[in-house]
C-alpha cells in the first residue's frame, strides 16, 4: 500500500524538529487542502499523509512552517524571516510506492530528498 511521510531534522540544532506544522495540498486547477499535521518529538508525523487509496498519481505540495517553528525555539528572526513557509513541490506517479519526503532545515537553508 502506498503512503506519504515525512519527518525533519533541525540541522542547525543538530536535532529533531518537535512541533513543526505541515500543510499538504493536492495541487490540480486550484490547490486542495489534504492534511495537516505536527511532528512529533523525533520530528516525525505520528501517521502517514496519506494511503491507500487516497493516494493518487498527481502532484503535491507540502508547507513546512519552519519561521513559526524556529521563533517558539527563541530564535530571533528578522522581519521578514529569510524562510518562513518552505513549500516542497513533488509528484507521485506511482502511488502504490512510499514516497517519504524529509525536510533538514536552519534557519538559512534547507534540503530535501525523496528517502525510503
Known sequence: ??????????????????????????????????????????GRVE???????????????????VGEYLRRGGLVLPAPAFLDVVPIRFGVASPDEHYHVPLLLSPYGYSTYRGS
Do not use: Q
Request: hydrophobic share 40%; aromatic share 6%.
Open 47 to 65: 501517521r502517514p499523509l496519506l494511503e491507500g487509496a487516497a493516494f493518487t498519481v498527481g502532484t503535491y505540495e507540502l508547507h513546512f512552517h
Open 1 to 42: 500500500m502506498g503512503r506519504l511521510t515525512t519527518h525533519v531534522l533541525d540541522t542547525a540544532a543538530g536535532r529533531p524538529a518537535t512541533g513543526l506544522r505541515i500543510e499538504l495540498y493536492r495541487l490540480g486547477a486550484e490547490p486542495a487542502p489534504v492534511a495537516t499535521a505536527h511532528t512529533n518529538s523525533d
